[in-house]
């Protein structure tokens, strides 16, 4: 079978590594050469291109881009198309990009693999990066059986976890456990960059570890992907930042009433609920 990526960045790349260990021949195409060349060097493909009529052998193409180029990309990408190419994505988004694809191509999987890094691009692609991770699959009613065990059959290859829901399912889902949290880490350092005497803000850097480290690290990652995550997942992500502001404003209230029993009770709730998640 010959698997194409249209993006090799940390996911493309990743997904070509692990595909061609298993014998699947690669194709990869991306917007520079000097990408093109990494992907080889790397062994992440087996051919490479800025041509998109390379993926027209493909049998299985994993559209790896940005969200926001996924339908432009998928629209240039048709005229190489044979009737039978499925066609997935990797984007944290699934309601607009499936509803979009759909209507120019039937034959289309929404998938999101939730692995990552902070670090972005080729250089950074690794074997073994979706083992274990969760691999959402987006099908609809109309999505080809065929498709989706195909599809379905790869994810599983990469050693993920594989679970099924509908479009809006996963982006609700998602806006909670992820783009929330990007928006919330965000404000954090924000916040604490607002603070205008210099001598505390050395000493908060300074005296900055592994608390302010993990709690900040998803709110200083690529912009881009925030970006797209609050435009794409508008409605999601704003019913998560309501809920979340309902939350801080109770904690304001209760420290400025000097409510502690129902400040503890709460953080006692914090405690035991984080487990559901993780």
């Not at 999601?236 to 129902?262: H, K, N």
Request: proline content about 5%; aromatic content about 6%.
């Amino acid at each position: 079978m010959n698997i194409g990526i249209v993006g090799l960045g940390l996911i493309g790349g990743s997904i070509g590594l692990d595909l061609r260990t298993l014998g699947y021949r690669v194709l990869g195409v991306s917007r520079r050469e000097k990408t093109c060349q990494k992907a080889l060097a790397l062994g992440a493909v087996d051919e490479a291109s800025l041509d998109l009529s390379l993926l027209s052998i493909a049998d299985v193409i994993f559209i790896c881009t940005p969200i926001a180029v996924i339908i432009p990309t998928l629209e240039e990408l048709i005229p190489f198309l044979s009737p039978t190419t499925i066609l997935t994505d990797v984007g944290s988004v699934k309601v607009p990009i499936v509803e979009a694809v759909f209507q120019v191509w039937p034959n289309f999987v929404g998938g999101h693999p939730m692995a990552g890094k902070a670090e972005n691009g080729i250089e950074v692609a690794q074997l073994g990066l979706f083992q274990n991770r969760p691999y959402v699959l987006t099908p609809t009613e109309n999505t080809p059986l065929e498709s989706i065990e195909k599809v379905e059959a790869i994810a599983r290859m990469l050693k993920s976890k594989v679970y099924f829901c509908d479009p809006d399912e996963h982006d609700r889902a998602v806006a909670w456990i992820s783009h929330l949290p990007v928006m919330a880490s965000a404000s954090l350092i924000l916040a604490c960059m607002s603070e205008t005497n210099p001598t505390v803000f050395k000493l908060a850097q300074d005296l900055a570890s592994s608390g302010f480290r993990d709690t900040s690290r998803v709110g200083g990652g690529n912009p881009e992907l925030g970006l797209m995550m609050a435009k794409y997942n508008r409605l999601e992500v704003l019913r998560s930042l309501y809920s979340f502001r309902e939350q801080i404003d109770q904690f304001i209230q209760q420290i400025e009433q000097e409510d502690w029993q129902t400040l503890e009770e709460k953080l006692s709730s914090t405690e035991q609920n984080r487990k559901l998640f993780l």
